[in-house]
């Protein structure tokens, strides 16, 4: 079967930085997305990654290494409204994406 | 604001009640989803429609019927539905169909409790 892991829930501390973890078990791959979900609110893009390595935007940043299933999302310089949950997806080689349960992120002042 | 419209915001609704869910992109988009979000689960992808034609049925149980009428609007029209189909209903579009990663664009979902 298809499987996106990440944590359930973190906590971080204002002006902090924090990781994210996603591990992916697919048929295939053609890349992994991350999106932000504040509550009640629409899922927002923040990432594509399809090649190894590391992207940088602004204060957010996602790695990714095919080899080992695995992608990171890096949060820095934490800020109260970076509070929300962030949901982790891979596109398999149907092209049909596989979601992650999310991981809620609190921070704290 | 994503470019993604849905109402109701809120619904509840009977068991015996029929009741349809709308979503609008304003993106010239050619792809819709329809996605159910439940506490702690993955998002389920329901159903997809390309150029309004339904390419994915991923096994929703018949008391979930989308219409598509055109490029622009989706909805889901809901009828004799359980308690555990209680849930955030989201509405997505995409340029075209997922593939070499066209990003989905979300609407804010209607929270639906069914009682």
Known sequence: GQNIDQPTEMTA???AIVQINCTYQTS???GLFWYQQHAGEAPTFLSYNV?????????FSSFLSRSKGYSYLLLKELQMKDSASYLCAVL?????????AGTKLIIKP | ETGV?????HLVMGMTNKKSLKCEQHLGHNAMYWYKQSA???????????????????SVPSRFSPECPNSSHLFLHLHTLQ???SALYLCASSQELAGGGDTQYFGPGTRLTVL
Request: no cysteine; glycine share 10%; net charge negative.
């Open chain 1, 13 to 15: 501390t204002e002006g």
């Open chain 1, 28 to 30: 295939g791959f053609n």
């Open chain 1, 51 to 59: 090649l190894d390595g590391l992207e940088e935007k602004g204060r």
């Open chain 1, 92 to 100: 398999d080689s149907n092209y049909q994406l596989i979601w992650g």
């Open chain 2, 5 to 9: 419209t849905q109402t109701p915001r």
């Open chain 2, 40 to 58: 702690k689960k993955p998002l389920e992808l329901m159903f997809v429609y390309n150029f309004k034609e339904q390419t994915e049925n991923n």
């Open chain 2, 83 to 85: 308690p555990e189909d």
